[in-house]
């Protein structure tokens, strides 16, 4: 090699001795120190001229031993690559190095010295320390953990904690031996491998939930749910997962599905209208209660506050009592209500209501509802009865006692009109009205005589014809016109005619005298739909009857009309109540008055 060559030689030594990480030490056959690069001065901590000529001295006190027979070994030539061990350092500390020996030669061969080249491999010994840590504590994590562990591949099981394997009863090497559709019912594996690879896979998601139904060991059944996610075992894909036992919280879901499921069963049938409340919102309604708001179905119910069907006067004292039942086992006493239809009428109702623990998993409220249209309805009627009875006993005491001196007042009065030479006018004052209290007592003694009804088969537009025409010259002079509807075929009823005739006189009437200025009455009658009734209607264009005064219509001295008493529609009312039939009078303030009257078709076996 010419001197150009030997330069760039030693120059390319030079910086590698200068530049490379690594520590590097020259000692002689004494091991005393001949040279350092700079790397060893940063790796000891030591400055060069600190350690030339000084013995070779780093390595603690038990490991001198391992230390002199490696220099023994690379003074005889043998070679030693990447010896691992511990140097001190200058500040006392230790080192983990990675040593490589080997002899030093002179140009003949001769070995006259050792190299040693240190690398520093202490942050790859922490870090591999550390992941043992890691390792250790997952291992003992899993083998420890309250849940199946599993790792599968393929159809079998590449790791089971002993949870797992106890759950199935097998022992862990069991476990690692049996084919996974063995722990499954037939079928499951491939729809959960399926699944999984959609989910992981097409999908991207991280995991995968599944629910299962195992087969233990001895063949009964252990149902599972957990989770899996993918990952790379061995270079293949594999899955980890953990599973836990839910056959307890199965069976508690299907008792409280079958404890819902009674309690349905016992609402749906219960003889009275019944909802669930929670948190205010209707959960469940019964056939009845779904009838007697007239919707269509539950759904329309269902979800939707119960306030929206409690009258706005009574929505506070509804949210008191269920705020209240909601912390007590109680039930509480019925309470009067009125709820809103769907057809947008009203209706009286009382409601109790108690907590229920577990609906469907839920506390809620089963509020009962009873309709108290009918027993309104009955209270009213026994009200008017016993006003009929005390105004019949009223009428048998006094009408006979008003008779006699109205009869005498009426003749003198007669008498002196016809001797009065002026003045006739007073008389004829006095006469007309000495004829209204005349009026009165008879109707009167018409609630105070007793009846005597006489049944008999007749057709009812024959009847009505009878009224009509008696009434009919009235209707002319107040410019009022009578027209009738009556179906082609009307049959007879069995009832008193007399009565009815009563009935249907006061009605018309009453509809001529509410049209001063003239009008139309149009009278219709048909049959139900059920034929076993007749329906029979008289609307009048009137000036209406107010809301708080149709409601006490029929009750005596109850009257829009300046002088009546109000007893025509009371008698009317009780004789169409004899005929076992009904009568309703609607009325709409400025357009008019309707009055339905349906009467059974009975035979005379009544």
């Known amino acids: 090699m010419d001197k150009h060559g030997h330069i760039m030689k030693h120059n390319f030594m030079e910086s590698i001795w200068n530049n490379i990480p690594d520590g590097i030490v020259v000692i002689d056959l004494d091991e005393n120190i001949l040279d350092v690069n700079p790397g060893f001065e940063a790796l000891h901590g030591w400055k060069r001229e600190e350690l030339i000529g000084r013995p070779c001295c780093f390595t603690p006190v038990h490991l001198l031993e391992e230390r002199r027979l490696m220099i023994e070994k690379a003074k005889h030539g043998e070679s030693l690559q990447c010896q691992e061990t511990f140097k001190l350092r200058k500040d006392g500390t230790m080192v983990y190095v990675s040593l490589t020996l080997t002899a030093l030669r002179d140009e003949n061969g001769n070995i006259i010295g050792v190299v040693g080249i240190e690398r520093d491999i202490s942050d790859r010994i922490k870090m591999e320390a550390s992941l043992f840590e890691a390792e250790s504590l997952y291992s003992h994590l899993a083998d420890s953990a309250l849940a199946g562990v599993f790792v599968g591949q393929g159809n079998r099981i590449l790791y089971a904690n002993p949870y797992l394997a106890a759950l199935y009863g097998y022992t862990n090497e069991e476990m690692l031996q049996v084919d996974l559709k063995k722990l499954m019912l037939p079928g499951e594996l491939e729809v959960v491998t399926r699944d999984a690879q959609v989910t992981l896979m097409d999908q991207k998601q991280i995991y995968f939930h599944f629910n299962i139904t195992g087969v233990k060991k001895d063949g009964s059944p252990v149902h599972l749910e957990g989770n899996s996610c993918l990952i790379s075992f061995q270079g293949k894909p594999a899955l980890l997962g953990t599973v836990q036992d839910i056959t307890i919280k199965k069976e508690k879901e299907r008792s409280l599905r079958d404890s819902a499921n009674m309690y349905q069963r016992i609402i749906k049938f219960l003889p009275e209208p019944i909802v669930l409340i929670d948190n205010g919102e209707i959960v469940y309604a ?256 009137g000036m209406g009857i107010p809301d708080e005064i149709i409601r006490q219509i029929g009750q005596p001295f109850i009257t829009t009309k300046e002088k009546g008493t109000g007893l025509g529609l009371m008698i009317s009312s009780r004789i169409i109540e004899q005929h076992q039939g009904l009568m309703n009078i609607s009325s709409v303030p400025g357009e008019g008055t309707t009055i339905e009257i349906i009467l059974p078709l009975n035979t005379e076996e009544q």
């Open 286 to 541: 019964n056939k009845l209660a779904v009838k007697l708001i007239g919707a269509a179905d539950d759904s329309e119910m269902v979800g939707r506050p119960i306030l929206d069907y409690v009258d706005p006067a009574y929505s506070d004292d509804l949210m008191d009592v269920l705020n209240k039942v909601i912390h007590t086992d109680d039930p509480t006493n019925f309470i009067e209500n009125k709820l809103l239809c769907n057809d947008g009428q009203t209706i009286d109702v009382e409601m109790s209501s108690i907590r229920i623990h577990n609906y469907r998993g839920k506390m809620v409220i089963l509020t009962v509802i009873r309709d108290l249209t009918d027993r309104k309805r009955s209270e009213e009627m026994l009200v008017r009865s016993e006003k009929l009875s005390v105004i019949g006993q009223l009428a048998a005491g006094v009408a006979h006692e008003i008779r006699n001196p109205l009869t005498a007042l009426k003749g003198f009065t007669q008498l002196l009109k016809s001797k009065a030479e002026g003045n006739s006018f007073y008389y004829d004052i006095m006469t007309n009205e000495l004829d209204r209290i005349n009026f009165i007592v008879n109707e009167f003694m018409t609630l105070a005589k007793p009846h005597f009804s006489k049944f008999s088969t007749r057709r009812l537009d024959h009847i009505l014809h009878a009224v009509i025409s008696i009434l009919e010259t009235q209707a002319i002079l107040m410019n009022v016109s009578i027209r009738t509807e009556f179906e082609n075929c009307i049959p007879s009823i069995y009832c008193d005619e007399n009565q009815l005739k009563q009935v249907f006189i006061n009605i018309i009437k009453n509809a001529i005298e509410a049209m001063p200025l003239g009008g139309q009455i149009t009278i219709t009658a048909a049959m139900e739909p059920d034929h076993e009734r007749m329906r029979l209607t008289i609307r009048d264009e």
